[in-house]
């Protein structure tokens, strides 16, 4: 009996582990970098097609300072850094992962953002061109994709929503559109 019970725990092991992931992964974590920063985020599983991503990171600004005409444009930019948390709906992991290409969430993904840029510091080209403290409410449509069968990544988004400044009292529209690319741990 003890052989038989055996014999059919590890016939249901093997079978698991050749199993396909259904759904996202459990916990990931990326470094990515594009045009406008440097990041650091984390995926975890809630359901099999969600995944809420934490992410902090540097995005970088560019402003114009000058109030005349484009002929003197003075253009400050700089880094400051962001805080997003954002649950992303990975509406097609499931279709990619019978096809065997849904390694690291690579899927396209729906997304409501909320990003909070803290004016604790800011690495800038002058003094003068610091950002204040804002949060944004983003909501995006994006895409991830593997780059080969290796874990290097890109990720392109696109998304409408709200931006507001925190000391200023205003609320303004908000594009996003990012593209980067990255490694997944």
Not at 80 to 105: A, F, H, Q, T
Not at 116 to 130: C, H, R
Not at 155 to 162: P, V
Not at 165 to 184: C, K, S, T, W
Request: aromatic share 12%; charged share 20%; net charge positive.
């Amino acid at each position: 009996m003890i052989k038989i019970l055996c014999s059919i725990l590890l016939c249901l092991t093997i079978q698991t582990s050749y199993c396909q992931n259904t759904g996202v992964e459990k916990s990931i974590f990326n470094v990515q970098s594009g045009l406008f920063g440097v990041w650091i985020n984390h995926e975890f599983r809630i359901f099999s097609e969600v995944a809420i991503r934490s992410e902090i990171g540097l995005n970088s600004f560019f402003r114009d300072c000058s109030n005349r005409g484009c002929s003197d444009c003075d253009i400050r930019y700089g880094l400051v850094p962001v805080i997003n948390l954002e649950p992303r709906w990975y509406y097609n992991i499931d279709k990619r992962n019978s096809k065997n290409r849904g390694l690291n969430n690579s899927a396209n993904f729906l997304t409501l953002g909320i990003k909070y840029g803290p004016d604790w510091f800011a690495i800038l080209k002058t003094d003068s061109a610091k950002p204040s403290s804002q949060i944004a409410i983003v909501q995006k449509w994006g895409i991830r994709r593997n780059i080969g069968n290796s874990n290097f990544n890109y990720e392109a988004g696109i998304g409408i929503g709200f931006r507001y400044y925190v000391h200023q009292n205003d609320l303004m529209p908000e594009a996003d559109l990012h593209l980067r690319i990255g490694y997944a741990f």
